[in-house]
């Protein structure tokens, strides 16, 4: 079992920036590829970005590209997104995720953290 927290939401202005955090505890990251995901009220989850185990290779949604950078600390066992250039329409609750390596789905979620971006 893999259980993971965020924290690091919050509220903020337009074209502000937020550093949320993803801490996870019961296994060690490292052989987990790692996702964040955000949901809007009434929608379903959204892929924002993601990092391979290693930190090597990271995607982004085209939502996002240019504005957001994931990255991670095996170490330390964490995943952070950083969000710059907010928009309002970035609001919403954002998830961590972790994915075992060589599968599909991902098979750990957090609570989720708040990010509200007022215009």
């Known amino acids: 079992q893999v259980q993971l927290v965020e924290s690091g939401g919050g509220l903020v202005q337009a074209g502000g920036s937020l550093r949320l955090s993803c801490a996870a505890s019961?296994?060690?990251?490292?052989?987990?590829?790692m996702g964040w995901f955000r949901q809007f009220p009434g929608k379903e989850r959204e892929f924002v970005a993601t990092?391979?185990?290693?930190?090597?290779?990271?995607y982004y949604a085209d939502s996002v590209k240019g504005r957001c950078t994931i990255s991670r600390d095996n170490a330390k066992n964490t995943v952070a997104l950083q969000m710059n250039s907010l928009k309002p329409e970035d609001t919403a609750v954002y998830h961590c995720?972790?994915?075992?390596?060589?599968?599909?789905?991902?098979?750990?979620w957090g609570q989720g953290t708040q990010v509200t971006v007022s215009s």
């Open positions: 019961g296994r060690t990251l490292s052989r987990y590829n």
């Open positions: 990092i391979s185990w290693s930190g090597d290779n990271a």
């Open positions: 995720a972790a994915q075992r390596v060589g599968e599909l789905k991902y098979d750990y």
